[in-house]
């Protein structure tokens, strides 16, 4: 078999709390991700996703539990150049210009690309002399990308990539991911952004109050939240009037516009055809977002 890029194995890792107490941040969190894979790590604000991958990446210590890269340490994986981050914030200095912070950053490994090269390959070697203070928020987080393939890591972490990139950018970061997967690089990201996860993850991985809580396809997870959508304009509409309706889970009013969640919408949109006077009738799958929304909705409160 060959050795996983990443393997947690019931990670747990608690913080200082009010009144004496602990906050469970990570719960018992187990996952194993293989060479190649190109992996969505969900989860709502305070779910425990930062401090998993800060583990993962060796910038924390898991209370209980063991973390291996490859089959190393965290630490040593990092050293070697075989596993790079992309975070969200901070490392840049603002004063140096855009090819001096790679070139500088080039310095701390044994080996690298050519700056040149991750330059290109980050969409970013117009900018080189620019200074970093004067770069947009996405440029900047261009330039993250490229420091972390300086190494040409085997496994790259990345933690809100696209933030601050337009549909452009984000569209030819995600391609250029695809594309360095498809050659056998490992790609484990967070974003907000469900329709990255949708589209260009194999693999999606929900976690809440600090545990995982689905791990599978897009496909798999949207079948989660079971049913469709029906939506309509009907001006006057009457919740109550549809939750009547056998298979009927939620009724939303906003405006004229009316959305049914139900399990069964052929009989939402037979009621609507032959009982009222509803125009621009449509009825669509759950999306992502809906699955995310029902694994994730958190009633017993966040954590850091």
Not at 21 to 49: C, M, W, Y
Request: one cysteine or more; proline letters at 4%.
């Amino acid at each position: 078999m060959t050795t996983p890029a990443i393997h947690l194995d019931r990670l747990r890792k608690s913080f200082p709390g009010p009144g004496g107490t602990r906050v469970q941040a990570v719960d018992d969190v187990s996952l194993v991700v293989h060479p190649g894979e190109i992996v969505a790590f969900l989860g709502p604000n305070g779910a425990g996703k930062t401090t998993t991958i800060d583990m993962m990446l060796g910038l924390g210590r898991p209370d209980d539990g063991t973390v291996s890269l490859f089959g190393e340490s965290p630490q040593d994986a990092v050293a070697t150049g075989r596993v790079s981050a992309v975070m969200q914030s901070g490392g840049l200095l603002k004063d140096i210009t855009v090819e001096e912070t790679v070139r500088l950053i080039a310095t701390l490994y044994a080996s690298t690309r050519p700056v040149s090269e991750v330059l290109a390959r980050a969409g970013i070697a117009d900018i080189g002399g620019r200074m970093v203070g004067k770069c947009s928020g996405g440029q900047q987080q261009r330039l993250r990308f490229a420091l972390a393939l300086l190494p040409d890591p085997d496994l790259i972490v990345l933690d809100e990539p696209t933030t601050g990139m337009d549909v452009e950018g984000r569209r030819e970061f995600w391609s250029a991911m695809q594309e360095d997967s498809s050659r056998g690089r490992t790609v484990l990201f967070a974003t907000h952004y469900l329709d990255e996860a949708d589209a260009y993850a194999d693999r999606i991985v929900l976690i809440r109050d600090g545990r995982i809580v689905a791990d599978g396809t897009a496909a798999e997870i949207k079948n989660v939240a079971s049913g469709r959508r029906v939506s309509a304009v009907l001006p006057g509409a009457d919740a109550a009037e549809f939750l009547s309706i056998p298979g009927v889970d939620d009724v939303e009013i906003r405006g004229d516009r009316l959305t049914v969640h139900a399990s069964d919408s052929d009989q939402v949109a037979r009621y609507l055809f032959g009982h009222t006077e509803a125009r621009d009738v449509e009825i669509v799958a759950h999306t992502l977002e809906d699955a995310f929304l029902t694994l994730t909705t958190d009633t017993a409160g966040s954590h850091a």
